[in-house]
C-alpha cells in the first residue's frame, strides 16, 4: 500500500480525487493548502505527492520545489488547467514526475500515479534526475519500448547512469543489467565476452562459457563506448540486433535471446561511418533512440545541486566563493571530474568548510580567463558579476544570493533598481 498526498483547495475536486485512490488500495491523507501537507510530509514522509498547480498561498510549484528539497526521489504529479500547461511543463523541468490537465478522468490520474510509483527515479540516479530533466523525460518514454538506445556525449556526462536509469524505468528492471566496456578488449576477447565461448575453441578455452547476451536474457545489455569494436565483430554485433540469434564461438547451435541493447559512445559516429572506421548499417541499427548528454559547461544551473549531492557524501559544505569557483569553471571532465574534485577536497581541506583557495590549484587548468575591468564603474562591475551567477544558476534567486553571500531580499532589491523582473 502507497502513501499519497493530495493537495487542492477545491474541496469537491480534493475529495473525488482521494476517494478514487484510497477504493485503487492507497493510504491518502488530502490537504487543502501546501503548507500543512509539506508539514506531514517532512514528518511522516510520503511515496507520492498529487498537487494542484493554482492555489492561494503556497502555489504547486513551490510545494514542488520544498518537496525536493526534503526528499528528491519521491515523485510529484502537478495538477493543471489547460491555460495553465505552460507552468506546468515548467514545473516538469524543475523535477515534477509529470502533470495531468483537468477536467481529467478518474481512470487516468489512476493509470499515471501508478506509473510514477512503479517506475520511479533509481536511487543512485536520483540527483542526476533531478539535474537532468529533459534527459530523464527522454528516459522515461524510451523506457515504454524495446528499441535500441544509443547515448552520445563526452567522456564523464554520465552515460552509464543514464543507461542504468533507462533500465530502472523499463518493464526488464527486475532482469539483469550487463555492462561491457568494448575499448578494454581485443577483438577476439570480446568476441567472446558478447557472444561466449564453448570448450576448446580455442588455447585457454578450458570449460563452456556463456556470453553476456546469453547472460542478460529478458534484461539489458550496455555497449559501453560502442565505436571501439573492431570492424569485423560490427558485423556479428549488427546480425544480434537485427535477429536476436548468435552462436558461441566454437559452435554452430544457433541461440536466441530477448536482450534490450544500450550503446555509449564519446565519438562522433557519423564522422566514424564516413572515415569508413563504423558500419552505417549497424549505426542505424543502434540509433533508433538517441539520447545526447550535454557536457557540464553547457549546463552549469546543474553543478550546485550535483557538488551538494556529493558532499553529502562526505559530510563537509563548501564555503560561498568554492561554490563561485565551481560555477565558474569549464569541466573538461565533466560529471565525472566534478565528483573527484569535491572528494579530494573532502578529504585534504582542513576544517569543516571547504574554501576557494582550497580548490582553485585543480581548476586552473580551464577556468574562463577574468574580463578586464579597468574603467568599468563599481556598480556596473556589480552588476555583471551578478547576472553572470544568475546565468550559471539558471535564474535561481535563492542559490544566487547564497553563493555570493548576500541575502536574497538584498538580490532582489538590486534586481529591482536595474529594472530586472
Known amino acids: 500500500m502507497s502513501k499519497i498526498l493530495v493537495i487542492d483547495d477545491e474541496a469537491i475536486l480534493r475529495d473525488a480525487t482521494a476517494e478514487a485512490l484510497r477504493r ?230 544457433t541461440k536466441r535471446v530477448d536482450v534490450r541493447v544500450i550503446a555509449t559512445t564519446n565519438r562522433d559516429l557519423p564522422a566514424e561511418v564516413e572515415k569508413g572506421r563504423f558500419r552505417q548499417d549497424l549505426y542505424y541499427r543502434l540509433n533508433v533512440l538517441p539520447v545526447r548528454l550535454k557536457p557540464l559547461r553547457d549546463r552549469r544551473d546543474e553543478i550546485p545541486l550535483l557538488a551538494e549531492h556529493f558532499l553529502k557524501k562526505h559530510g563537509r559544505k563548501l564555503s560561498k566563493g568554492a561554490m563561485a569557483r565551481l560555477c565558474g569553471y569549464d569541466w573538461p571532465g565533466n560529471v565525472r571530474e566534478l565528483a573527484n574534485v569535491i572528494e579530494r577536497a573532502s578529504v585534504l581541506a582542513p576544517g569543516e568548510e571547504i574554501t576557494g583557495e582550497t580548490i582553485a590549484p585543480w581548476l586552473e587548468g580551464s577556468a574562463r580567463p577574468p574580463e578586464a575591468t579597468v574603467g568599468v564603474a563599481l556598480e556596473d562591475m556589480e552588476r555583471r558579476v551578478i547576472e553572470d551567477n544568475l546565468k550559471a544558476n539558471g535564474g535561481n534567486r535563492e542559490r544566487t544570493a547564497r553563493v555570493l553571500g548576500i541575502t536574497s531580499r538584498t538580490l532582489r532589491d538590486k534586481l529591482k533598481r536595474w529594472g530586472v523582473a
Open 24 to 253: 485503487a488500495g492507497h493510504a491518502v491523507e488530502a490537504f487543502e493548502a501546501g503548507r500543512p501537507a509539506l508539514d506531514a510530509f517532512g514528518q511522516g514522509g510520503a511515496d507520492l505527492i498529487l498537487s494542484d498547480l493554482k492555489m492561494p498561498g503556497m502555489d504547486g510549484v513551490e510545494v514542488l520545489e520544498e518537496a525536493k528539497r526534503i526528499a528528491p526521489d519521491v515523485p510529484v504529479i502537478i495538477v493543471t488547467a489547460h491555460g495553465t500547461v505552460e507552468t506546468a511543463v515548467g514545473a516538469m523541468k524543475k523535477g515534477a514526475y509529470d502533470f495531468i490537465i483537468k477536467p481529467f478522468k478518474l481512470d487516468e490520474l489512476e493509470a499515471l500515479v501508478e506509473r510514477a510509483l512503479d517506475h520511479p527515479v533509481p536511487a543512485e540516479a536520483a540527483v542526476w534526475s533531478a539535474a537532468t530533466r529533459d534527459v530523464y523525460q527522454i528516459l522515461e518514454r524510451a523506457a515504454q519500448s524495446d528499441a535500441t538506445v544509443l547515448i552520445s556525449g563526452e567522456s564523464g556526462t554520465g552515460k552509464e547512469v543514464a543507461a542504468r536509469t533507462l533500465h530502472g524505468l523499463s518493464k526488464r528492471r527486475a532482469a539483469p543489467f550487463l555492462c561491457v566496456n568494448c575499448a578494454a578488449l581485443s577483438a577476439g576477447l570480446l568476441e567472446s565476452e558478447l557472444f561466449g565461448h564453448e570448450r576448446g575453441a580455442f588455447t585457454g578455452a578450458d570449460r563452456m562459457r556463456k556470453g553476456r547476451f546469453e547472460l542478460a536474457d529478458g534484461g539489458t545489455l550496455l555497449l559501453d563506448e560502442v565505436s571501439e569494436i573492431d570492424p569485423a565483430l560490427q558485423a556479428k554485433l549488427l546480425r544480434v540486433l537485427q535477429e536476436r540469434a548468435f552462436e558461441r564461438v566454437g559452435s554452430s547451435e
